[in-house]
């Protein structure tokens, strides 16, 4: 793990944003998951060469309040996303995107092309949610609002990591999950859950792509990653012997793809 500092960036509509930033370079903005903060990236922050990483908590998450929203919908996160990329880089940055990151990335994409230089999308997907998965949300929410985060937590953790995963990076994100305030894991569920299909936007991306996935996500199969590097045309690597949180599971595989994407594929920046 690297060293980092927190910094305050403004949101929208007054929120301030707590920002993890750390390295040299060109910027690149990494948005975490559900219901994770900056910290599943503290693998990445100070240890990825060739760029200044920010990594954002998402309202509601980590150091940024929960601010009364009672919906997270993902165009509202990507417009937070949006005035911190525009301020710490006016020219826009590179971004990468994990699973609701992934959500919040394509949103951004979508609407603040020019804020986005390339982008790098983890183990999530451009089509919306199927029926069964919108009730899933509903079970999800009333299942953090009768029984808790811990109950969550005890759901979550499994499913989000191989079944050999290191027992730190099973803890790191029971603490995190256990930290999201209940108000803000129902916000983002119902964000991701009526969020729009965004499959149109990834097929006109105009900037490089690459998809990643876990080679065990249990959430997001090889299958759909090897569809959305087919309609983005972009390269599809997939991460050997972990689950759907490579940055976390396998951090210098991670590492050595997003530093060989930036290097190889992105045209040189300032
Ligand atoms: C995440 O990791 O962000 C979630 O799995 C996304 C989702 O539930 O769709």
Redesign the pocket.
């Known amino acids: 793990m690297g060293a980092y500092d927190l910094t305050a960036f403004a949101g929208m509509r007054g929120l301030t944003m707590n920002v993890a930033v750390a390295g040299r370079g060109p910027v690149a903005v990494a948005v975490?998951?559900?219901?994770?903060d900056h910290r599943m990236w503290a693998d990445q922050l100070g240890v990825v060469s060739g760029r200044r990483l920010l990594a954002p908590d998402l309202r509601g998450s980590g150091g940024t309040p929960w601010v009364g929203d009672p919906v997270h919908t993902m165009e509202l996160l990507a417009d937070d996303v949006a005035s911190v990329i525009r301020s710490a880089a006016p020219d826009g940055a590179d971004v990468v995107g994990?699973?609701?990151?992934?959500?919040v990335s394509l949103a951004l994409a979508e609407r603040h092309p020019e804020l986005v230089r390339s982008l790098v999308l983890c183990?999530?997907?451009s089509r919306p949610?199927t029926p069964e998965?919108r009730a899933r949300?509903d079970a999800t929410i009333d299942e953090v609002v009768s029984r808790g985060r811990e109950a969550l937590a005890d759901t979550?953790v499994g499913?989000?990591v191989a079944s050999d995963a290191d027992p730190l990076v099973r803890a790191r994100l029971r603490t995190m999950i256990e930290g999201t305030p209940t108000e803000s894991i129902v916000a983002f569920?119902r964000g991701?859950r009526d969020r729009p299909d965004r499959t149109a936007v990834l097929a006109g991306l105009e900037v490089p792509v690459l998809v990643v996935v876990g080679e065990h996500d249990a959430?997001?199969p090889v299958s759909e990653a090897e569809e959305m590097a087919a309609v983005a045309g972009a390269r599809l690597e997939v991460v050997p012997g972990v689950g759907?949180?490579p940055p976390m599971e396998a951090p210098e595989v991670f590492n050595r793809l997003l530093e060989r994407f930036w290097r190889d594929e992105v045209p040189a920046v300032r």
Do not use: C, K
């Open positions: 975490h998951g559900f219901p994770l994990l699973s609701m990151g992934g959500y183990d999530t997907r949610d998965a949300r979550l499913v989000l569920s991701m959430l997001v759907h949180m």
